[in-house]
Nanobody
Framework: QVQLKESGGGSVQAGGSLRLSCAGS????????KAWFRQAPGKEREGVAA???????RVADFVKGRFTISQDNAKKTLYLQMNRLKSEDAAVYYC????????????????????WGQGTQVTVSS
């Protein structure tokens, strides 16, 4: 059974940093496209960043230069380093896993990801 579990959320002041983690189990987690999404109250879930099985990264324009996605293959853990956080970054952040090795061109569509974690809350105060 595939399981994803996020951690690392919390409250931070604008301009601060947080690192989210997503521990995967139940599959060869390092071999699939994985991504981070977020959802703010009243808004749709949106893709933040994705990581191919070969290490290629995709990052949404609204976090480019501030957020970095990475993976520890040995620990089967996905990370999202978030720097220079803004109030508009506040949301519940979810990690997601695909059954594809390569992230599709429209990687930020939730339809490509059948596996999801429960989410972790990020609050940014100004």
């Amino acid at each position: 059974q595939v399981q994803l579990k996020e951690s690392g959320g919390g409250s931070v002041q604008a301009g601060g940093s947080l690192r989210l983690s997503c521990a995967g189990s139940g599959f060869a987690s390092r071999t699939y496209c994985k991504a981070w999404f977020r959802q703010a109250p009243g808004k749709e879930r949106e893709g933040v960043a994705a990581l191919d099985s070969d290490g290629s990264k995709r990052v949404a324009d609204f976090v480019k230069g501030r957020f970095t996605i990475s993976q520890d293959n040995a620990k089967k853990t996905l990370y999202l380093q978030m720097n220079r956080l803004k109030s508009e970054d506040a949301a519940v952040y979810y990690c997601a896993a695909s059954i594809r090795y390569e992230c599709p061109y429209d990687w930020n569509s939730i339809r490509h990801f059948p596996y999801w974690g429960q989410g972790t809350q990020v609050t940014v105060s100004s």
